[in-house]
Nanobody
Framework: QVQLVESGGGSVQAGGSLRLSCAASGRTFTNYALGWFRQAPGKEREFVSAITRSGANTYYADSVKGRFTSSRDNAKNTVYLQMNSLKPEDTAVYYC????????????????WGQGTQVTVSS
């Protein structure tokens, strides 16, 4: 079992930045790939980013590419999502998720989820 706790959400004006954190506990952190997903009101949960176990490779949805950056600190069992140039359409609850070994952009392939953190971007 892997427990995930997100933090760092909040309200920001368009063009601003936020950094989300996701702290993991319970199992060997380096055995798990991590993903970030988001869900806006009335919409389905969607893929945002994923990062491999070592952190050497990252993947992004087209909508956030060039603005968001995923990273991880395996010594701290924490993954980060740096969000720059935020837009009102980035408003959503952001979730981190973990799966064994390899990354995926499919939320159905992640068995472990955090509780989510709200990000609100005003115009």
């Amino acid at each position: 079992q892997v427990q995930l706790v997100e933090s760092g959400g909040g309200s920001v004006q368009a063009g601003g930045s936020l950094r989300l954190s996701c702290a993991a506990s319970g199992r060997t952190f380096t055995n798990y790939a991590l993903g970030w997903f988001r869900q806006a009101p009335g919409k389905e949960r969607e893929f945002v980013s994923a990062i491999t176990r070592s952190g050497a490779n990252t993947y992004y949805a087209d909508s956030v590419k060039g603005r968001f950056t995923s990273s991880r600190d395996n010594a701290k069992n924490t993954v980060y999502l740096q969000m720059n140039s935020l837009k009102p359409e980035d408003t959503a609850v952001y979730y981190c998720a973990a799966r064994w070994y390899s990354v995926s952009s499919s939320l159905n392939e992640y068995p472990y989820w955090g509780q989510g953190t709200q990000v609100t971007v005003s115009s």
